[in-house]
């Protein structure tokens, strides 16, 4: 039993098998359409197992579709999926880098909301002392509340203008990993063409050295044992 790889949707090839046959390994069940995303399998059609990872045991792949790719076109593929995943390892790790900065900012930002807050206290009772009335010091207390709501709401705003400009960030990338996804399938798709396109080339050329060789046999030109030795590796 072979692991379900990663899947894309494509419109063309999916839904639930209609026929009887074949049937997935534990359940019994019409398989469903899938075409592989991952790795050396990308683009090979297959039909899975109905059952969903979330619902129970998921048996894997039931039968493939296509044949496993021309080794050429799988080191392509090996070779793309390694660049996807170095660039996006460098976007995880820039994004904890931020993660970290971000909390470094709030701590210090708790911090010197905390220094703040004392100092508004000791200014407060430096007045207090002074003055020695409760209507001046109940004035100034406001005052102070006042202006440390201000600050407090300035921090906070920068702080928010901070989040949504990673969040926009973020978004620009995510945008970025899709338009790859959707370059590795088109070069997939083409890498596959021109392999089908060579390998008709060959037998093209095949069937013509067949004829040539047969022409000669029939003429009775050169060595009749060289000439079916030669015909015995085209049959090969």
């Known amino acids: 039993m072979q692991e379900t790889p990663d899947t894309i949707v494509e419109p063309l090839f999916c839904g639930q098998l209609e026929l009887s046959e074949p049937t997935c390994m534990m359940h019994h069940m019409r398989p469903i359409k899938?075409?592989?995303?991952?790795?050396?399998?990308?683009?090979?059609?297959?039909?899975g197992c109905p059952v969903q990872q979330s619902e129970g045991v998921n048996c894997g792949v039931t039968e493939w579709v296509d044949k496993p790719w021309h080794p050429i076109l799988q080191n392509c593929l090996s070779r793309l999926w390694d660049m996807y995943h170095e660039q996006n390892c460098?976007?995880?790790?820039?994004?904890?880098?931020?993660?970290?900065?971000?909390?470094?900012?709030?701590?210090?930002?708790?911090?010197?909301c905390i220094e703040y807050t004392k100092l508004v206290q000791d200014v407060s009772k430096m007045?207090?002392?002074?003055?020695?009335r409760v209507g001046h010091m109940d004035n100034q207390k406001a005052v102070e509340e006042e202006e440390f709501e201000k600050k407090k709401k300035e921090v906070e705003e920068?702080?928010?203008?901070?989040?949504?400009?990673?969040?926009?960030?973020?978004?620009?990338?995510?945008r970025c990993i899709l338009q790859s996804q959707a370059?590795?399938?088109?070069?997939?798709r083409k890498a596959k063409k021109e392999v089908e396109q060579e390998r008709d080339m060959?037998?093209?050329?095949?069937?013509?050295?067949?004829?040539?060789?047969?022409?000669?046999?029939?003429?009775?030109h050169a060595s009749k044992e060289k000439l079916e030795k030669i015909k015995a590796i085209l049959d090969s």
């Open 90 to 112: 460098g976007r995880v790790v820039d994004k904890q880098k931020y993660e970290k900065h971000l909390a470094k900012l709030k701590t210090e930002n708790d911090k010197l």
């Open 158 to 174: 920068s702080a928010r203008l901070e989040v949504q400009m990673e969040k926009l960030k973020l978004a620009k990338e995510q």
């Open 183 to 188: 370059d590795i399938i088109k070069n997939t």
């Open 202 to 220: 060959l037998k093209i050329e095949k069937a013509k050295l067949e004829h040539v060789v047969n022409e000669l046999l029939s003429d009775g």
């Open 127 to 132: 007045f207090d002392w002074q003055d020695g």
């Open 34 to 47: 899938c075409v592989a995303f991952e790795g050396t399998l990308t683009g090979r059609r297959f039909y």
